[in-house]
């Protein structure tokens, strides 16, 4: 059994604890937080919650911490801290500071000799995968990502956070004739406006100018002003019920070209259609802990992301069984 | 530069010639053919042609051989054989025979310290990754895969076998309600003849039995008689100008569940659509070349699949690149 740990408590850290319950070879030992442990109900029986700061006392007893905070100031901080301990994974996803991050993770894993498993998940993970696989195999080609339908929980709180606003909830969607063109083997170029579009729905306060949020919606810098932004004012009863989910996905497409002259085009598309963001990036995240757990135990150490994990790492079955069942 | 062999000189070969040509760190060194080698006329200048009994003597001189030649008698004999001398990579694609391959190869590439990489291409290879990485992601799911459309070369010869055709061409078409049900996370369980139907076009020869040829067609045991077939004559002219490409695809499916009570589904699909079947077989095997160098380069020896490489190895791109550029 690989003993996990889970370091934070929101809903990535509940999805992580569902997916360990769905596989086999797992076990959860222990959940941390930093807030009052007697405080956190999670959902497993015969789990204890404890304090962030007992983590170490944990060191010999998990095989992974699964890092399940935010990427904005957790993740810097927590991840090469606990990499000098546990072999870690987490799911960094401030792309720019990806390198940064990653040579603080190789430090500290390499003096623990353990694994450190970094921007894990979707997006980064999944469509990073795709997109080094597809410029591998067609390099003569264009990448396209387009994420959505799906909430985009940095814009929804921006919506929350305009004058007069109650509630709110953002969808990011992808634009069908953009995705069309791009499919058909067209290799457009696209403004940030011909890929997404924004929708928002909006709870307004009573007596609040609607017109007047939705421009301040419209013309945010950033997160609105250089999309095609649509305002929808509704109830709060209306937004629990309709808009209370957290799905997402997206398209990950490589347009190439091959043959003597390059005659013949060839697309391979990667998409994700996701009932629960979180959930689902956990799912990702337990499987990589698999690889964790195996890449240290044959002796490999320091900061990997799923470009340094061969898939046989992942996956419960055996080579054998993969070979037989899945080749 | 990795220098490149290539054994057999067919659509494989040639689409991998072409696919070399894209990789900037990659040459062709030699082309060994089974037929006398002045009759075979390459696409490279300044790249020459040689029998395969002269293939030893590249010994040192070829860093990875590619092996083009068919599943059925070439490769069982092949890739064990110069697995002894060489890196190599096949796209064997015998499902039931892999395991055995496997072995063969294995025993050969551990004697000489070299990697051997069998069954790389789409399916298998790219398919058979996405099926690895969905099965993993999503634990509770189902796999699917559908192919085409596209030209079955195996159900094509079928045709053309048949007393009274003179030429004919079969594509296999994954049936859009059974890809749909799919899609929207409804878990069919689909018999054979509900995922693909068949298409033929034929050319008849002059004053056959047209009704006979399409009832043979279609009640032929294994390659037609479990799908629904439509059989269209059409003239030799219209097979030629219509019909010439080797187009194919298909999408690789996983539905599966997450949650406290599994009350969330998703959706994960990869899907191709390929102008060349032979070309993009050819790319892929070309940036899994560049892995069996790689991977040899750093000791590993072996027989390997797609599920063993990392897709770092596979990248013209450098680590620190793909992190920053891909992640």
Redesign the interface.
């Known amino acids: 059994m690989i003993r996990i740990g889970i370091f934070g408590y929101g809903n990535l850290g509940r999805?992580v604890e569902?997916?360990v319950k769905?596989?086999k070879d797992m076990e959860l030992v222990a959940v941390f937080t930093r807030r009052d442990p007697s405080t956190v109900k999670i959902?497993s029986e015969g789990v204890d919650v404890f304090h962030a700061d007992d983590v170490l006392s944990f060191k010999d007893k998990i095989d992974v911490m699964i890092l399940c905070g935010g990427s904005a100031t957790d993740l810097p901080k927590q991840t090469p801290y606990l990499a000098q301990y546990f072999n870690v994974v987490d799911s960094f996803d401030t792309?720019a500071k990806?390198?940064e991050h990653?040579e603080n993770v190789d430090t500290s894993s390499r003096k623990s000799g353990k694994i450190g498993l970094i921007?894990v998940g979707w997006d980064?993970g999944?469509f990073?995968?795709n997109?080094?696989?597809g410029?591998?195999?067609?390099?003569?080609g264009n990448d396209y990502t387009f994420w959505g339908k799906g909430v985009s929980q940095g814009h929804s709180d921006a919506i929350r956070r305009v004058d007069g606003v109650l509630d709110g909830k953002q969808y990011t969607v992808p634009v069908d004739s953009a995705l069309e063109a791009v499919?058909n083997g067209k290799n457009p170029t696209l403004s940030t406006r011909e890929k997404h579009t924004r929708e928002c729905y909006v709870v307004a306060k009573d007596g609040a100018d609607k017109e007047l949020i939705e421009k301040t919606i419209k013309e945010m810098p950033n997160y609105f002003s250089d999309y095609d932004t649509t305002v929808n004012f509704i109830s709060q009863e209306e937004l629990n019920e309709k808009h209370s989910g957290i799905p997402h996905g997206g398209f990950v497409i490589r347009s190439g070209k091959?043959?003597?002259d390059l005659e013949?085009?060839?697309?391979?598309?990667?998409?994700?259609?996701?009932?629960?963001n979180p959930?689902?990036t956990?799912?990702?995240i337990v499987?990589y802990a698999?690889a964790a757990y195996r890449m240290n135990k044959e002796g490999m150490v320091g900061a990997k992301?799923?470009?340094?994990?061969?898939?046989?790492y992942?996956?419960?079955?055996s080579?054998?069984e993969?070979?037989?069942k899945?080749?």
């Open positions: 999805g569902c997916a769905q596989n959902l792309h990806i390198p990653f921007s980064p999944m990073s995968l997109r080094a696989l410029g591998s195999i067609l390099v003569d499919r091959t043959g003597k013949h085009t060839h697309i391979i598309e990667y998409s994700l259609k996701l009932d629960s959930e689902f956990a799912s990702v499987a698999r992301t799923v470009f340094d994990v061969a898939p046989c992942i996956s419960p079955m080579n054998e993969m070979r037989k899945l080749l």
